[in-house]
């Protein structure tokens, strides 16, 4: 059925015969011309964030579920990445009025699994029909006290790095390079992946073969679902553990370098990164290698990792893991702030300048 066929009204009772009001500090939720929300002890935090079909996003890669989920995630790590907890998030959507219902459903299941694992509660927004593309827009608020922003880093902090760099970054560009059968094939059993960061082959059955377009090169499932999962269905880093003792933060949304330049520009310093510090997941190292990549490029400027890159003083207590999932999630010392040059150490000491490459919207960088 098309979402014509259907009607507005009709769409937006269901989201709210689905998004029932829980939280006591919600007054006056969806249904009405605003959102009422009761004062709070804390702090209030707000960010905004948009996907935009064709630039962040490409239908034949992603699945209408990731990407409400994803749309979900971006926004609760700018949250996370300023020492808050996320509380009630609003969405706008626009599609094609022809778009299969199908999609727009899918698209609110992504939204209610990412609301549930971050503990939130839709308090509203708005859906329209757009012309072709579809167009996705959150906003989300959130609480805390301790509040983090990039201007915090001092001469002699060290930086630090959650997660692993790069793996989004690889993981589109395996997506890209995939067979239209292969690409079908990880459609298909990522709808059953849903937030677990690596696919795990009980069965004792022989592990699916990705074929790339054009090439005899195969990857197997296994290696590659903590890539693709990482890039469509990206989980913010809850910074609760860290905050405490963190100077500066921000999450990796358009790459390594340029985040971090982000934060000397707000700080007025300098930093030293050491290229054998930089986490690289070993998924990533072996799927590069077969795309003829370089991982340290993708880890450098890749972006849409989420990771948290913030800075601390050099005594502060870091701990070595985020206990978010089985195992923990490792925390990374990479570098120290400096007062004012930017330069990169190679493995054998030399030193290079520190770019700030990465995703800018209407630059040249990529």
Known sequence: MKLHQIGELSLLKEVRNRFKRADSHLIIGIGDDAAVIAPQEQKLIVTTDMMCEGIHFDMDLASPFHLGFKLVSVNVS???????QPRF?????????????????GLYDGVAEAIELYGMELAGGDMCASRSDMVLSATVTGNGNNILTRAGARVGDKIYVTGYAGDSACGLELLRKLTK????S?????????????????????????QLIDSPVQIDLDTAIPLIIRHLMPVARDSSEIAINAGSMIDISDGLFLDLCRICDESGTGARVYLDKIPLSAEMKQVADKLNLDPLHLAASGGEDYELLFTAPAHA???????????????????????????VVDKYGREH???ASGYEHFGSSR
């Open 78 to 84: 700018d949250i996370m990445a300023m020492g808050g």
């Open 89 to 105: 998030i609003f969405l706008g959507i626009a599609m094609g009025r022809d778009a299969d219902a199908d999609v727009f459903h």
């Open 181 to 184: 059968e292969s690409k079908e």
């Open 186 to 210: 990880v459609k298909n059993l990522r709808k059953q992946e849903t937030r677990i960061p690596k696919h795990r082959n009980d069965t004792g059955k022989k592990s699916l073969m990705l």
């Open 317 to 343: 207590s870091i701990p070595a893991l985020i206990m978010e999932d089985e195992g923990g999630v490792k925390i990374t010392c990479i570098g120290e702030i400096t007062e004012k040059d930017r330069v």
């Open 353 to 355: 300048e520190l770019k």
